[in-house]
């Protein structure tokens, strides 16, 4: 072809003692081979089947074996350079696959790609090319390894790794020395055996090393789960989750014995990270030696000599060694499945975890609190109760509806809602979704939580939820789904980013860190709408580990709920970061994300960012609501309601309170006054001989004038008198005194005349 | 060792409780129910007493259908086996009357030990355990908090007032009452729920134990309690309003 490049050498004539010594070795070399891949191709096939494993849809699959495995892109960009080296050096071995078919048979005196024909000249100097590429990259892998030797590699030098890369660099130096030589010289001849003997050695070493991933890691990539961080179903009365060997599935299987040993899962893993006993690499590799030596049929505990409970419990299920993991490890459903077969088997042991799971048996929350508080809670706020006429349900979650934080979260977002025009309500009775029990492995409560939350849902005919909790999200929108349909939902960041437009930016020149939390970015790909609302305030900055490399807050995975962390606490790690980016608010967008870091930064003393959530920047830009409550001092005059100017202006806060006194009251009228507390949607204490209320929030209907109406002709024995506070903004409240006497409602009203003010500090020395 | 735990399916504490139409009992319906808080104790205590010593744990509850799930749900945390006794008057029957159903119930059984909760959440009157022992004309003890078994019999921790305790030797079989917070309670789980599927659960009627009586007590009328919210403004300067706030702390609320 073009007679001036050097052309490859082949030596032309092999003799029969030489052809049947290839044969040999060939031979001798693939049955090295496969008496270990055998080995544990059948360790595979015989672990359990995946209960509900499908095939389809084949286009992601398709799609991910094409990025992940033929492009590399995963493994070139999470660890770039590294990453590319790796890239070479597969890319080497896929166009040597022709070469090297082409080099056995030349050996046979089959050869079919002549030096000099067009094609075969043509490929020799394309896969020379790659050779070339290959030797670069294997050999700054090796120097990596050798002289680098990043921590995460682990500590010991592995040696059988030193002698693949020299067996791959001694493949290609032979192959691109080839050019050099001439044609059935003895230096042909010594390379073409060189050459021959690198690869019949190499071939048995791959399944007896971490280079088992070569063959396994595109199968394991093709065949994942799914979807990112995905719990599988139980299967038959029988599956607790991992608890022996048998509960192995053919996934997991072909996974752990996947494992490169890289370590990425580790560098990132925020209990590696913080001195916890929690290593994600060991504990595959725990599972794969509990494979080698016990097998997928073994009744013995995966827990215990292989892998320690203890790790297995320290995990956040961040998802960040799963995210990184190259070779299609998923970690997440492997670390649960292990918590779910000590769980639901009742192995497990904690107090903290006891406590959680006998508070959710029961109650209603995870906080353990009395769902009279999350009622106290949305009347206060004044939360529309949803009834099926509203466009969103307000999912609360445990943490929007008892945590103090986490209420003011909702508190903020339920205003931008309002000031959008957003139809939406609360649940009246909501239990926790089961996101910590989930993931702490406990499908016994997880189930019960999950189906009264379906069924309330459905009743009330709840179509489209909004949350402020990525946690409660992911729970209904993924893990409800093995029990029922779950409606549409979204996180409010979505919700807030959609209509950015119509809120008004309140620049300030704040420097703002955004904290990626794992279950919206990660788990759920959201990283840009958060970024959006948390940019109506001020400048954003990134931290250094950001959205799919943010690091964990350290209370995912159920971990908030169980107590003192060994080691450094991973949301003090965390928080440390996002000070140093010199930031003077982080922004996060999750409530459990929010509470830790208020703990944490709270730890860094003077000159803490301050930390607010994005539904709380975009509540900044609101105009203000309600003034702060002015001095309370104040003569309070009476005023005859035929006289009074007032009306009560709509909209007013209203604040009632008070007891009446009545005699024994009979069955029918206990039964009139709570149907009509009922209706209005009131919190009513009656007792044998008194009646009892408290309301907050807006009462422009006159619902619960309405409701003492019924009551003072309900109990004509009544007595006693309710007071109201109506606050209207800016003015100076009003009061209102319903009294109930002979079967009627009187109503008086009065202003407070304020006095002119008067410094009544002066003259206080020693106070 | 043989234990029965003699439990009560009560209404869950979050639950609104209102009175029924005849003023004598709460209205059942849409109300939800749990386990009492000390059964569930003593429960707990018969179960770490098999793991340790073996044997069998057998619960025993009276009550409509509806008990039949808490019988279910302690069979789930590892009782062996249950017995229903059907009887839907349980509100109308005196301590008396329920001590007699359960007695009956379980005297054919000749366990070793008989636990069961101190006083039940609902009506707490504290009395059927030791009616029940009185029947069985067995040795009890109340408000125990840590039972041990001996070569003689039991000994056992009975909590007094004001953080005093005292140990107690007593022979087997007998009859205790658990005070709640003895232990920690073990949390349900699934395979303790499908394993329970396959346990006995024996069901007899009040009629086939023959166990009826005249009531000695009868229930007059129930009542929610009054809650009365009293505020005392505690006037004068800011340090003799202390004071006399912890005075009222110290000697009428007694926390401090």
Known sequence: ?767 | MKIIVAIKQVPDRDAQVRIDAAGKWIEETDLQYALNESDAYALEEALQLKEKHGGEVVVVSAGPERVGQTIREALAKGADRGIHIEAEDLGQRDALGVARLLAAAVKPESPDLVLTGLQSEDLGLGQTGVIVAELLGLPHATLILHVEKTDAGLTVKRELEEGWFQTIELPTPAVLTIQSGGNKLRYATLMGIKRAKMKEVRRVTAAELAADGAAVVQLERVSLPQKQKSTQILSGTPKEAAAALVEKLKFEVRVL
């Open chain 1, 1 to 767: 072809m073009i007679a001036f490049l050097p052309t490859l050498a082949e030596p032309e004539h092999f003799s029969l003692a030489e052809k049947l010594l290839i044969v040999a070795l060939a031979i001798a070399s693939a049955y090295g081979f496969w008496r270990r891949f055998g080995v544990v191709l059948h360790k595979i096939l015989q672990s359990k089947k995946d209960p509900g494993f499908h095939l389809f849809p084949i286009g992601k699959r398709v799609w991910d074996f094409f990025w992940e495995v033929l492009c590399q892109a995963k493994v070139v960009r999470e660890r770039p350079l590294p990453g590319l080296a790796h890239a070479f050096v597969f890319w080497g071995f896929c166009a040597f696959a022709l070469v090297t078919l082409n080099h056995f048979a030349v050996g046979l005196g089959i050869g079919f790609l002549s030096p000099t024909g067009f094609f075969g000249q043509f490929y020799s100097y394309f896969a020379a090319a790659f050779a070339f590429t290959c030797a670069l990259g294997i050999l700054a892998l090796f120097v990596r390894r050798f002289l680098v030797r990043p921590k995460w590699l682990g500590e010991k030098l592995s040696w059988e790794s030193g002698f693949i890369a020299l067996l791959i660099f001694a493949l290609m130096a032979t192959y691109l020395a080839a050019f050099f030589v001439a044609d059935n010289s003895t230096a042909a001849r010594v390379l073409w055996w060189t050459h021959s003997l690198s690869i019949l050695i190499f071939l048995p070493l791959i399944p007896h090393t971490k280079h088992l991933h070569l063959v396994l890691s595109p199968a394991t990539i093709f065949l994942s789960r799914g979807s990112f961080a995905q719990i599988p179903a139980l299967a038959g009365d029988e599956d607790f989750g991992l608890v022996v060997g048998t509960d192995l599935t053919q996934l997991v299987s072909l996974q752990v014995y996947s494992c490169v040993e890289c370590g990425r899962c580790t560098e990132h893993c925020p209990a590696a990270n913080t001195g916890k006993l929690l290593n994600p690499k060991e504990i595959i590799l725990g599972v794969r030696a509990y494979l080698n030596d016990l097998g997928p049929s073994s009744d013995q505990p995966l827990l215990g000599k292989y892998n320690s409970q203890e790790a297995v419990f320290q995990c956040t299920t961040c998802g960040a060694c799963e995210f990184q993991c190259p070779v299609g490890i998923e970690h997440v459903p492997i670390i649960v499945g292990l918590r779910r077969g000590a769980v639901n088997t009742g192995t497990w042991e904690d107090d903290h975890g006891g406590k959680l799971f006998l508070a959710l048996e029961r109650g209603s929350n995870a906080l353990g609190l009395s769902p009279a508080e999350r009622d106290k809670f949305i009347a206060k706020q004044e939360l529309p109760i949803f009834d099926g006429t509203q466009e969103y349900c307000l999912w609360l979650g445990c943490m929007g509806g008892y945590d103090p934080k986490g209420r003011e979260i909702v508190s903020d977002f339920a205003r931008v809602m309002n000031h959008l025009g957003t139809s939406y309500g609360v649940l009246r009775k909501e239990k926790c979704t089961g996101d910590p029990v989930r993931r702490l492995g406990n499908d016994l409560v997880f189930q019960q939580l999950a189906e009264a939350n379906l069924e309330a849902l459905a009743q009330n005919k709840v179509k489209k939820i909004v949350s402020i909790c990525p946690h409660c999200v992911r729970t209904i929108q993924e893990d409800w789904k093995e029990y029922g349909t779950p409606p549409e939902i979204e996180h409010h960041s979505e919700f807030l980013a959609r209509y950015a437009s119509q809120l008004q930016p309140a620049m300030s020149g704040e420097k703002i860190v955004y904290h990626d939390p794992c279950y919206l970015g990660r788990y759920r790909n959201v990283y840009d709408e958060p970024r959006a609302v948390a940019a109506l305030a001020g400048e954003l900055v990134e931290a250094p580990r950001n959205r799919e490399r943010s690091f964990c807050c350290g209370a995912g995975g159920g971990l908030a709920f169980l107590g003192e962390e060994t080691g450094e606490r991973v949301s003090h790690n965390r928080a440390a970061e996002l000070v140093a980016t010199g930031a003077t608010t982080v922004a996060a967008a999750c409530p459990f994300c929010n509470t830790m870091f208020r703990d944490a930064l709270a730890a860094t003393g003077e000159g803490a960012p301050q930390l607010l959530d994005i539904a709380q920047i975009a509540a900044r830009s609101l105009p203000t609501a309600k003034p702060e409550p002015t001095a309370q001092l104040a003569v309070e005059s009476k005023v005859p309601e035929s006289e009074s100017p007032l009306t009560r202006p709509p909209g007013a806060h209203c604040s009632y309170s008070g007891v009446i006194h009545t005699t024994a009251l009979s069955h029918d009228a206990i039964e009139t006054i709570q149907k009509a507390a009922d209706a209005s949607g009131l919190s009513v204490e009656i007792g044998n001989n008194y009646i009892e209320f408290d309301f907050e929030g807006r009462d422009s209907n006159q619902f619960v004038v309405e409701f003492l109406r019924t009551l003072a002709h309900a109990v004509e024995t009544a007595s006693g008198e309710f007071r109201c506070e109506v606050q209207v903004e800016k003015e100076d409240p009003l009061f209102e005194f319903f009294s109930i006497r002979e079967g009627r409602l009187i109503r008086q009203r009065a202003v407070i005349v304020r006095e002119k003010e008067e410094d009544i500090t002066a003259g206080e020395s020693s106070a």
